[in-house]
């Protein structure tokens, strides 16, 4: 198994170099570089491009790019136009937060998916099946930035159960268990808002590869053998129904990214999601840039997550 | 002394097929011996593995009418958790297809180690393991240290067939139903298979009750044999009397269809079974198979009649079936058919 991790993790490698490039370029296709609005219109152009050719901008693109990804490499991802700061300073509380937002929602997602799955499956074509479905086929039709716009509404301004926004209440000195609480408090209607319609696929996908899975042989083979219904769907058919789940997971990563940038900007969560959207807006490349980057790595490294898993529970796909 | 071992008493199991049900296996009775194999013979779709999970218990969704006597208990109406009891200890069975009868994510040594863990609670886990190498051994298996932590996909259909027959005997069962056990196996494989079988069967006393649509399997193998077609035992004899002597036109053309040596056509009777929702549930289910005879030929209501001590024959159209003339007739009657 360690085998297959090991040759796994190396494929991401070029995989992080194409995201690379990929972003460098299109950053690159946008208009103005980093002089264009620093610097006052009444400075001498033949001063600017002496400065633009101090600073490199006129180098060739590769050498422009191996810059870049040295930058990187040490952690800098540039400055702000808009915030006059760098960009790893600004990303950073703000990682943290979507961060935590993202654990939340997938741990929601698998709480809520995973014992609805199983009794679906288990249970199919029951009425208990049928609600199931049913709330799977709402999920499906209701798009999240309505039905987080409702929670807000309900949860937040109805009945006043959860803050309205924000990440954590202010005055509280950070570190402090107040503080940790506030953070859960303000992370719960979000994390819970994207959970609720994400998780239908899951369950959906679980449900049905337990109604295939329990009609396969090897479970006539195991009730033979004298185990009872639950030691059956414990040992047998929950397990081998998992794959598609852990195949799933990874795009499940590049669902909650987009997730993100429609909860966040709609619970107003200091998150990257809303930091993204506020650098379109304002034109703050060097952080559009920076963020795309880290939506980009944390696909990958869900595929690369999503395979390991898989690997763990499916000796098959193992290399020996 | 013969003892008992299974008794099964006009057994009906019915499965639903949209508002109704649909007896798979009806009005079957048998009787099985310790140390004896019955052969339950038949083409596809006659119920003889619908008659096998019956006897195991295994079907989900069927009702099942009648008796099933094992060991003096009644297994039609026994609890999920007595029956859990039974399966796996005294009473296991042998699956047809090896390729699928395992589960891929599990080693070869958990699988066989499982019925241990439920039937034998008291073992050690040492005990267990050198009970499943001791297992795979017998079964013939190579390296058994080395097949105990692999998975299936890592073995043969053949080697897979043994560790599913080394699952069925972990507990010494009584009673071994083995249902096409060696359908899927090519035929080095199979021979092997089953001289196994009869070894382990030998060893432990068991009642077989092996289950084939192969003639030649039957013949090696079987004290009785049962010919079952639509769901009922047609014919019932010891196996020298069933090929020998013959009486139920199915079994007759049963066993000519089988090639023999210095023969250059194979004689058959037309059609198919007809399939679970077209039976014809009056009369002599055989009747439309053989059309030429009267149907004053047959009974009403057919049953089976004991002809000679231990020769079962269901119906009375056996009297008035003369293969060997009839034969051309019924490829006569083939031809038209298909015109």
Redesign the interface.
Known sequence: MWKFIVRRMLTTFPQLILLSVIIFLMAQAMPGDALTGLVDPNVDRAAIEEQREKLGLNDPWHIKYADWVSGLLQGDLGQSFRYKMDVTDLIEQRLINTFWLAVATLLFTYIIALPLGILSGRYNDTLLDSSITGYTYIGFATPLFIFALVMLWVFGYQLQWFPTGGSVAPGLEAGSMDYILSKVNHLLLPALSMALIQTVSTVQYLRSEIVDTKQ???V??????????T?VYN??IF??SLLPIAAYFSYEITLLITGTIFVERIFSYPGMGQLFLDSIVQRDFSVVTAVVLLFGLAAILGALVSDIILSI????IRIK | MTQKLLEIKNLKTSFRIGDEYYAAVDDVSLTLNKNEVLGIVGESGSGKSALAFSIMGLHTRAKMEGNILFNGKDIVNISPAQLNQLRGDEMAMIFQDPLTALNPLMEIGAQISETLILHRPEMSQKERKDRVIELLTMVGIPRPEYVYEQFPHELSGGMRQRVIIAIAIANRPELLIADEPTTALDVTNQAQILDLIRKLKNDMGSGVILITHDLGVVAEMADRVAVMYAGQIVEIADVFTLFENPKHPYTRSLLTSVPAEGQDKLLVIQGIVPSLQHLPREGCRFAERIPWLDSSAHEEDPVLHEIEPGHFVRCTCYKHFHFQDEAKEAQVHGDTRSK
């Not at chain 1, 529970?313 to 098959?316: E, L, N, Q, V, Y």
């Open positions: 396969k042989e090897f006539v083979t195991a009730r033979a053998k004298g185990a009872s219904e030691r040992r047998h397990r081998n529970i499916d000796p098959r």
